[in-house]
């Protein structure tokens, strides 16, 4: 898409938008009550007669937000120019105090470099922002799609101030350079609105700083839009249905854990459930449901708050990571009072989660008497249907898939839509072991994780690869990206 033929200060300070440009006239878009005067200037800017169309101060900051928050400015152009504007040597010898950050000219390109980023980023669907300053050079590295691509290289001069920059709009002490701090910032961007988790770490050549970005609009999913195949999703919102034990989510970080146990909670009834959730942090709004997020700077453990909300007569209780003795206990506590507990858990595979949970220290007793199911999952990148192609499978491709490799498998290939890494957009696999009779006698005698997988596979329970081999049949992903996130 084409820049706006105005910049957006201007537009919005004027309440003049260049709807179009054609090739007699222009068509703009004027808010009413906007100065009047400002239109000569456009005209002049723009050397064309003007068509005006006056709409409503409403209508017109809808359509504002549109124009802008679509364009396809690059956000290493917009860093490469603040580089040429701002006085490098100024930065270098010292550091504006937060008057001078706010109040001097100089500060208003760091500005529009952290806009631009932050942009960027929400536009093209990032999770993260990496901001990490090196001996000669500064990194602004996005995280698509799973992957940690390079954005942009500010010069090292500019580190500081952006960093200051993001703390202000954190509202983190700018001064305390010695220790890690985190903050949230909250934006809007088109009437989407997207939260911010800020955190800096101190480093020798300065502050390094990660943008976790947490899109509202995009946590609000169903089960069956996960990617789960059907066999999967019917017997895993079956154990939703329980009215008490334990439902676990393994996976490590960023494989889509608590995407899927929102989805899970979304699917249940708030107004005749009692739904609890402790979380850290909390990442989506869930209606009628109680969200609690951990603070341990006031000492608001997991453990401290789960002990609180079974004081709170609750139904369903969603726990964001068990990773300590004491929850567990607690969580195990809870389900045998006639709770259903949904958690998540750092594990390679369903079956581990059993073997993490005995080596914090849990009864294996207790554990065979409450646990429900685990579902481990993980994220593989779809390919883009634009560039991608295919070709038939090898007798290499055969002896590392497996003999249910399809004939035919697809690749990725680049191209502008997928700006050229070959993928767009993620989905789901997965692995479900549903605990039954025999799988519960197995914890209680302490089989090891061999024999706990034997006997769920024995049942029908696909792995992680397995699972992804119905993508690569219907072209979803590749093999190389199957192989790169199930790889032992």
Same mark, same amino acid.
């Given at each position: 898409m084409s820049a706006p033929a105005l910049p957006y200060a201007f537009a919005k300070a004027h309440g003049i938008l260049v709807a179009a440009l054609g090739g007699e006239h222009a068509e703009v878009v004027m808010r009413e009550g906007a100065d009047l005067t400002a239109l000569a200037e456009v005209r002049r800017s723009l050397g064309l007669p003007l068509q005006i169309e006056c709409i409503g101060r409403a209508a017109f900051e809808a359509r504002l937000a549109e124009t802008y928050s679509g364009t396809d400015d690059n956000a290493a152009e917009v860093v490469a120019d603040v580089g040429q504007e701002v006085d490098l040597t100024q930065l270098m010898t010292e550091l504006p105090t937060v008057e001078d950050l706010l109040d001097t000219q100089d500060d208003a390109p760091i500005i529009r470099m952290i806009n631009a980023l932050l942009t960027q980023a929400v536009r093209q669907q990032a999770s993260d922002i990496h901001i990490e300053p090196?001996? %000669?050079?500064?990194?602004?590295?996005?995280?698509? /799609?799973?992957? !940690?691509?390079?954005? *942009?290289?500010?010069?090292?001069a500019l580190h500081a101030a952006m960093a200051s920059r993001i703390k202000i709009m954190a509202?983190?002490? #700018? +001064?305390?350079?010695?220790?890690?701090? /985190?903050?949230?910032?909250?934006?809007? !961007?088109?009437g989407r609105q997207v939260d911010v988790r800020v955190s800096t770490l101190p480093t020798t050549h300065g502050e390094r700083i990660v943008l976790r970005l947490l899109d509202k609009g995009s946590g609000q999913r169903s089960l069956d839009s996960l990617g789960m195949a059907a066999d999967t999703v019917r017997p895993f919102a079956e154990l939703l249905k329980e009215p008490h034990g334990i439902l676990l989510v393994t996976g490590p970080t960023g494989s889509g854990k608590s995407t899927t146990l929102y989805a899970a909670l979304q699917g249940m009834d708030a107004k005749r459930r009692n739904i609890v959730t402790v979380e850290d942090p909390v990442e989506y709004d869930l209606p009628g449901?109680?969200? #609690?997020?951990?603070?341990?700077?006031?000492?608001?453990?997991? *453990?401290? +708050?789960?002990?609180? #909300?079974? %004081?709170q007569d609750p139904d369903v209780i969603m726990i964001g990571e068990i990773r300590d003795l004491e929850t567990a206990q607690i969580a195990v506590q809870a389900s045998l009072t006639g709770h259903l507990v949904l958690a998540t858990l750092h594990t390679n595979d369903a079956a581990s989660a059993v073997t993490r949970l005995v080596d914090m220290g849990v009864e294996p007793f207790l554990l065979a008497s409450t646990l429900r199911g685990v579902? *481990?999952?993980r994220l593989v990148r779809k390919l883009c249907t634009t560039c991608r192609s295919a070709s038939p499978s090898s007798a290499a491709d055969r002896e590392l898939l497996g003999p249910d490799t399809p004939a035919?498998?697809?690749? +990725?290939?680049?191209?502008?839509?997928?700006? %050229?890494t070959g993928y767009a957009g993620r989905s789901g696999i997965y692995e479900l072991i549903v605990a039954d009779e025999t799988f519960q006698r197995l914890i209680h005698t302490g089989a090891d994780e061999a024999q706990l997988r034997a006997h769920a596979?024995?049942?029908?329970?696909?792995? &992680? %690869? /397995? /699972?992804?081999?119905?993508? &690569?049949?219907?072209?979803?992903t590749s093999a190389e990206e199957l192989l790169r996130v199930t790889r032992e």
């Open positions: 090196y001996e %000669r050079n500064s990194v602004v590295r996005f995280r698509r /799609d799973g992957v !940690l691509v390079d954005v *942009a290289q500010p010069h090292r509202s983190l002490d #700018i +001064a305390e350079k010695r220790l890690p701090q /985190d903050g949230r910032i909250a934006l809007r !961007l088109a449901v109680g969200q #609690i997020q951990v603070n341990p700077r006031i000492e608001l453990s997991f *453990a401290k +708050a789960l002990r609180a #909300i079974l %004081r579902l *481990a999952q035919q498998l697809w690749h +990725a290939t680049g191209c502008m839509e997928c700006s %050229r596979i024995a049942n029908g329970t696909r792995s &992680l %690869r /397995d /699972d992804g081999l119905r993508l &690569l049949a219907s072209g979803l």
